[in-house]
């Protein structure tokens, strides 16, 4: 059954992305904002509009029941949740199932599985999919047992989630049992799950991740890799397709390891399976699978030319008909997300009022932003002003269009990482490709 | 003969689905008494905890009329009145169930404590008090339909 009427329980750019590709395949929009973003870009784009709450996302954009009354009453079929908000949270999607609305995206058993670190760790395993050594452990005596097998230095993680709460770096063994009573505490605060994990800690390795798109039944296919290796603190900058200085044996051993994992979880919708990568050593370990679409999906979009969201409606409509043939690699594509925030002040968000916004065109250029001149950054949200993406023939060709594009970019009114950016994409290391995820970190140390 | 939970739970689906407002049921000694959009009353059999999930709650919320901004909300407020806003999404009810008389109706007298409507959000129900004292001149909000989060449901003349 097509979908008529998609609900968009999401702001920002990704909002103003989703209603783009809903226009086109004719389905109405009803956009879900907060009272700061009654006068947003997207606001102006979606068909319908609804004011949800206040700006804080706990009263606004995190209100699951709001959500869903707000779709029921205006005649929707089917949720977008984007990225973030409750994207991830399967109360979410299940309540979406129980109300007969379409959750455009996994089932909620399946973000409950790939939510719980340490199923997703078991899940992988069984489906043959190589994991940083390691495992649960219920106790100290647990803990004691396993830490000399991994070796100092360890990780201690957090069952419950992500985002380096919970975590603990074990430099020596002795420091393992107040590591963990730490991690523990830290975990159960963040998460309200105490439960934690040992990893080794691997020093040394690239972010690689490989999209994929699920069709529920058990088939799955794959739209090639990023590699997100230029982090700050986990947040990812800069991404790129595909990923460079990369073997060729091992980039098909990650797509067939990530389509091991989809079709062992019978996995529907978009999905990415993100792995460490020791490019060297020819060695690859599973880190998380995230249950969304990801910001950056547009590189992955221009290098192959599919529409990432009409392929999730389609899945979420069982219309859904693509191929392992139809997914061709072509060229080079690389973003650059751009940020509110203050290099200058450690990365200080910055939000106001926009008062210039002045976007690159071109050949092979891509934007996808819901600011412009007058647009209001509230500080309630994260600090994502837009994404700036460019297709080439070869790597050369993308990086050298990005750099003309940012160069030409301008922002006024809040501060922003463009400067910082460009730097990135002039660093030596960088132009050459395949640094790891201690780039930046060993960079701002030269510096 | 008893009912358990499970089979309450089918009977308050039905009646859900149904065009009824209220239903009766009286069968081998057990009298049930259900009632939609409305306060729970007496004559109740059903299991204590069966009958609190499915009685509406009634949790007051307080307006949020003061700090909405009327400018934002598409109905122009009337010269020398202010806005009782909506402080939530969800579907408007003026009147306590079906067929009752509205809470409020214009030319009304309303203190900041009065009862002004419901709104219902997943088969919650939030009463809406008025939050100022005046006298209401105009009730744009419908019964029934949606209203979002500071959108004008009466317009109040302060004293």
């Known amino acids: 059954m097509p979908l008529r009427s998609v609900f968009i329980a999401n702001r920002g750019e990704i909002a103003a992305r989703l209603i783009r590709t809903c226009r086109s395949l004719d389905i109405r929009t009803v956009l879900a904002v907060s009272e700061a973003d009654r006068d947003s870009r997207p606001a102006h784009m979606a068909d319908r509009v609804v004011c949800i709450g206040p700006g804080r996302p706990a009263d606004s954009y995190l209100r699951a029941e709001t959500l869903v009354q707000a779709a029921l009453s205006t005649g929707c079929d089917a949720i977008h949740p ?42 992988a395993e069984a489906a043959g999919v190589p994991v940083v050594p390691g495992g649960a452990v219920h106790s100290r005596q647990d803990a004691e047992q396993l ?19 919970g975590m603990k770096r074990v430099e020596q063994l002795t420091e393992l049992p107040i590591a963990l009573d730490m991690a523990a505490a830290e975990a159960g605060a963040a998460f309200g799950d105490a439960r934690v994990y040992l990893e080794r800690y691997v020093a040394r390795g690239r972010h690689v991740e490989v999209q994929i798109m699920g069709d529920g039944c058990g088939g799955a296919v794959h739209l090639g890799e990023r590699d997100c290796s230029v982090q700050r603190r986990y947040q990812k900058l800069i991404e790129e397709s595909p990923a460079p200085a990369l073997a060729a044996p091992l980039r098909h051993e990650l797509h067939d390891a990530a389509l091991r994992l989809a079709r062992r979880l019978h996995y529907r919708g978009a999905g990415t399976v993100e792995f460490l990568v020791d490019a060297d050593a020819g060695a690859f370990y599973f880190l998380e699978m995230n249950a969304r679409i990801q910001v950056e999906h547009p590189v992955t979009e221009m290098v192959t030319g599919l529409d990432i969201v009409a392929e999730q409606l389609a899945i979420a409509a069982g219309e859904s008909r693509l191929t392992q043939e139809d997914v061709r690699i072509t060229g080079w594509a690389l973003e650059c997300r751009i940020n509110a925030e203050d290099p200058a002040r450690d990365f200080l968000p910055s939000p106001g009022t926009v008062t210039e916004a002045a976007w690159p065109a071109g050949e092979g250029i891509r934007v996808d932003t819901h600011i412009g001149e007058g647009s209001r950054v509230p500080p309630f949200y994260d600090s994502l002003l837009g994404k700036i993406i460019a297709h080439g023939a070869t790597r050369t060709e993308a990086l050298q269009r990005l750099e003309t594009a940012l160069a030409v970019t301008r922002i006024g009114g809040v501060h922003t990482n463009l400067d910082f950016q460009r730097g990135l994409l002039a660093d030596p290391a960088f132009v050459v490709g395949g640094v790891d995820t201690g780039f930046l970190a060993s960079r701002s140390g030269n510096v | 003969m008893s009912l358990n939970a499970k089979e309450v739970a089918e009977i308050l689906k039905a009646l859900e689905a149904s065009g009824f407002d209220t239903l009766e049921l009286e069968m081998g000694g057990v009298k049930l008494s259900l009632r939609r959009s409305g306060p729970m009353t007496s004559g109740v059999a059903a299991p204590a905890s069966t009958a609190r999930d499915a009685a509406p709650v009634l949790a007051p919320i307080r307006s949020a009329s003061t700090s909405a901004a009327p400018a934002s909300t598409p109905v122009a407020v009337p010269p020398g009145t202010q806005a009782v806003t909506a402080p939530l999404l969800g579907i408007f009810y003026r009147a306590p169930k079906p067929g009752e008389a509205p809470y409020v109706e214009v030319g009304q007298r309303v203190a900041a404590d009065t009862i002004i409507g419901i709104i219902e959000v997943m088969k919650l129900m939030n009463t809406v008090r008025a939050g100022c004292n005046g006298e209401i001149v105009a009730i744009p909000a419908r019964n029934g339909e949606l209203v979002e989060y500071g959108e004008a449901l009466l317009f109040v003349r302060p004293d």
């Open chain 1, 147 to 165: 830490a000399p097998r991994l070796g100092a230095p360890l990780l201690i993680k957090a069952v419950g989630g992500g985002g380096g709460r």
């Open chain 1, 82 to 123: 984007g990225y973030g908000f409750l994207s991830e949270r399967a109360a979410f999607a299940r309540l979406c199932e129980q109300q007969g609305l379409i959750f455009v995206g996994p089932t909620a058993s399946q973000i409950e599985a790939m939510g719980d670190k340490l199923r997703a760790r078991t899940e």
